[in-house]
């Protein structure tokens, strides 16, 4: 099955941090992207832009509405995911329990619906 | 004749449905792959035992004879479906997923444990994991579920239908976790059993009768899982329910009245149930991997072995309350430790700790730590600070015995500072 791992964590914590423990948690990152690689369980991930760049758009009868994101003010915004393959729940979790924000944030772990092709 | 032989088929069947229509289930649910179809497939399944153990005799064994009777039921069932709705593919998916079943002795237990595991997710809400729990471990009726925890049973109906949506869709499988997981799970399980039996002892709600029933349903269900993972907090946890359950009958007057532990009617006490918890709450300690559940056992092991208020060993209840602060810190374990405290060590020394925790603004809205500091005041004859703590207890006190409790304790003080 697949799972969307959507990382949450405090941006404003985030940015306040110095460079060396940005780099390190980078690192981390990053090693946690090559591990989840050569297992086999990457599908894709990114990182997002801080929510400040965020853009909400809606189609009402035809016209368009865009306005300033982020749609909620909440402590912990969307920063990033991993989508991965595992084999259930039980598997996801583990995978997104070694998700570097784990420790700060937290990974909300979603089901991917699959369709037969 | 013939309804004879009808009256005591059915009568084996109905036997057999008490004894093994919850393994059945487990084994079903790990063959098929699903909650619904295996509930089908059971009903199925002592449906056509009740036709055909008339006929051809009953099998040597029923349990075996109705899993694969369960499992071909449960396949005709796909069949029929997948002819109908062949655009969705779905039942044939399933179908060539079915297993061929292997069925012994272990794989049944072992499928019993599964199913609580799973019932038990932590990625389930608490309330559906106890609806699950007791509607397919336990083979309550959603009816019975709704009932013993006032909820309208279309309300319970609806929370067990998502969560086994829930187990379908987000892929929660039918597994005992590894190793590395259990004491996260198992914590999970004790959690939901614990939670049941509570709603069953604290008669917060609801009539006695069937408050009794959940607790009686909680210990089975303990003693389930003790029989098939003995495991030191499985015991502690058993142990602490029956322990509270022999006191069970002294614990309010006939007339409904609540009864303090220190004014029990101690010749009332379960033995047989006190000889058990005693028993496991010994065998639980002696692992050295026991947590919280075993050591609040063993403090109620302690009072319960107590012939008396007097000649209860309060100091090492008050050691076992230091560990258990050591392992799950929390302010009510503090109270508790601090009433031990005032029995160990005189009222003025427990009150002392009380004061400590209320001026932290911990446990300010609790109504049992102003209740325990109007008992301490009144013990040492402060009879105005006394009334203040009860009137501040009785203030955010609900439930009605607890109240009439207060209102006593009030009545009595009143009278005293008139005197």
Same mark, same amino acid.
């Given at each position: 099955?697949?799972?969307?791992?959507?990382?949450?964590?405090?941006?404003?914590?985030?940015?306040?941090? +110095?460079?060396?423990?940005?780099?390190?948690?980078?690192?981390?990152?990053?090693?946690?992207?090559?591990? /989840?690689?050569?297992?086999?369980?990457?599908? @894709?991930?990114?990182?997002?832009? +801080?929510?400040?760049?965020?853009?909400?758009?809606?189609?009402?009868?035809?016209?368009?509405?865009?306005?300033d994101? +982020?749609?909620?003010?909440?402590?912990?915004?969307?920063?990033?995911?991993?989508?991965?393959e595992a084999?259930?729940?039980?598997?996801a /979790?583990?995978? @997104?329990?070694? /998700?570097?924000?784990?420790?700060?944030?937290? /990974?909300?772990?979603?089901?991917?619906?699959?369709?037969?092709? | 004749?013939?309804?004879?032989?009808?009256?005591?088929?059915?009568?084996?069947?109905?036997?057999?449905?008490?004894?093994?229509?919850?393994?059945?289930?487990?084994?079903?649910?790990?063959?098929?792959?699903?909650?619904?179809?295996?509930?089908?497939?059971?009903?199925?399944?002592?449906?056509?035992?009740?036709?055909?153990?008339? !006929?051809?005799?009953?099998?040597?064994?029923p349990r075996?004879?109705?899993?694969?009777?369960? *499992?071909?039921?449960?396949?005709?069932?796909?069949?029929?479906?997948?002819?109908?709705e062949?655009?969705?593919?779905?039942?044939?998916?399933?179908?060539?997923?079915?297993?061929?079943?292997e069925?012994?002795? #272990?794989?049944? !237990?072992d #499928?019993?444990?599964?199913?609580?595991?799973?019932?038990?997710?932590?990625?389930?809400?608490?309330? =559906?994991?106890?609806?699950?729990?007791?509607?397919?471990?336990?083979?309550?009726?959603?009816?019975?579920?709704?009932?013993?925890?006032?909820?309208?049973?279309?309300?319970? =109906?609806?929370?067990?239908?998502? =969560?086994?949506?829930?187990?379908?869709?987000?892929?929660?499988?039918?597994?005992?976790?590894s *190793?590395? #997981?259990?004491?996260?799970?198992?914590?999970?399980?004790?959690?939901?059993?614990?939670?049941?039996?509570n709603?069953?002892y604290?008669?917060?709600?609801?009539?006695?009768?069937?408050?009794?029933?959940?607790s009686?349903?909680?210990?089975?269900?303990?003693?389930?899982?003790?029989?098939?993972?003995?495991?030191?907090? =499985?015991?502690?946890?058993?142990?602490?329910?029956?322990?509270?359950?022999?006191?069970?009958t002294?614990?309010?007057?006939?007339?409904?009245?609540?009864?303090?532990?220190?004014?029990?009617?101690?010749?009332?006490?379960?033995?047989?149930q006190i000889?058990?918890?005693?028993?496991?709450?010994?065998?639980?300690?002696?692992?050295?991997?026991?947590g919280?559940?075993?050591?609040?056992?063993?403090?109620?092991?302690?009072?319960? !072995?107590?012939?008396?208020?007097?000649?209860?060993?309060?100091?090492?209840?008050?050691?076992?309350?230091?560990?258990?602060?050591?392992?799950?810190?929390?302010?009510?374990?503090?109270?508790?430790?601090?009433?031990?405290?005032?029995?160990?060590?005189?009222?003025?020394? $427990?009150?002392?700790?009380?004061?400590?925790?209320?001026?932290?603004?911990?446990?300010?809205?609790?109504?049992?730590?102003?209740?325990a500091?109007? #008992?301490?005041?009144?013990?040492? $004859?402060?009879?105005?600070?006394?009334?203040r703590?009860?009137?501040?207890?009785?203030?955010?006190?609900?439930?009605?015995?607890?109240?009439?409790?207060?209102?006593?304790?009030?009545?009595?003080?009143?009278?005293?500072?008139?005197?």
């Amino acid at each position: 099955m697949k799972y969307l791992c959507l990382i949450y964590d405090d941006e404003k914590e985030w940015q306040k941090f +110095p460079k060396e423990v940005q780099d390190q948690y980078m690192g981390e990152y990053g090693a946690f992207t090559e591990s /989840i690689k050569k297992s086999g369980q990457f599908v @894709a991930a990114n990182q997002l832009q +801080p929510t400040h760049t965020s853009t909400i758009v809606r189609s009402r009868n035809g016209k368009i509405s865009t306005t300033d994101g +982020p749609y909620v003010e909440t402590k912990e915004q969307l920063g990033g995911f991993y989508l991965i393959e595992a084999k259930d729940l039980n598997d996801a /979790i583990k995978v @997104a329990s070694r /998700i570097p924000s784990a420790k700060s944030g937290s /990974i909300e772990v979603r089901p991917v619906v699959e369709r037969p092709a | 004749m013939e309804n004879d032989i009808s009256a005591h088929v059915r009568d084996k069947v109905d036997a057999v449905y008490r004894s093994e229509s919850r393994r059945v289930l487990a084994t079903l649910i790990r063959l098929l792959g699903d909650f619904d179809l295996a509930e089908e497939a059971l009903h199925d399944a002592f449906a056509a035992a009740v036709e055909q153990w008339a !006929e051809r005799g009953i099998p040597e064994n029923p349990r075996t004879w109705l899993i694969s009777t369960g *499992r071909f039921k449960a396949i005709d069932r796909l069949r029929k479906n997948a002819r109908f709705e062949s655009a969705d593919g779905r039942a044939l998916d399933r179908l060539e997923a079915v297993q061929t079943p292997e069925i012994d002795e #272990d794989g049944v !237990e072992d #499928d019993r444990l599964r199913l609580i595991f799973t019932c038990c997710h932590p990625a389930l809400s608490a309330d =559906a994991q106890i609806a699950l729990t007791l509607r397919e471990v336990c083979g309550l009726t959603t009816e019975e579920v709704a009932h013993a925890f006032l909820t309208p049973p279309s309300t319970l =109906a609806q929370r067990i239908v998502r =969560a086994k949506g829930k187990i379908r869709d987000a892929g929660i499988p039918y597994e005992i976790p590894s *190793r590395s #997981d259990l004491p996260e799970r198992l914590d999970s399980v004790l959690h939901v059993i614990y939670l049941v039996f509570n709603e069953g002892y604290l008669t917060s709600r609801g009539t006695s009768l069937t408050r009794a029933d959940l607790s009686g349903e909680a210990i089975r269900l303990g003693r389930l899982l003790v029989e098939l993972m003995p495991e030191p907090e =499985a015991m502690g946890l058993l142990a602490l329910m029956t322990l509270h359950e022999a006191r069970r009958t002294s614990r309010t007057t006939a007339s409904g009245e609540m009864v303090l532990l220190e004014d029990q009617d101690r010749s009332l006490w379960d033995r047989a149930q006190i000889e058990e918890g005693v028993a496991l709450v010994e065998q639980a300690l002696g692992s050295h991997r026991f947590g919280p559940y075993t050591l609040q056992a063993a403090i109620a092991a302690i009072h319960a !072995e107590a012939q008396s208020p007097g000649a209860t060993d309060w100091a090492q209840i008050v050691g076992l309350y230091d560990v258990l602060l050591m392992t799950d810190p929390s302010p009510v374990i503090e109270l508790n430790r601090a009433a031990a405290v005032a029995m160990r060590d005189g009222p003025e020394a $427990g009150l002392a700790l009380i004061d400590a925790i209320l001026a932290r603004g911990d446990l300010t809205g609790y109504h049992l730590a102003h209740a325990a500091r109007g #008992d301490l005041c009144r013990r040492l $004859g402060r009879v105005p600070e006394a009334i203040r703590a009860y009137e501040r207890a009785l203030e955010i006190a609900t439930q009605e015995p607890e109240r009439r409790f207060i209102n006593g304790r009030l009545e009595v003080l009143r009278g005293a500072s008139l005197r």
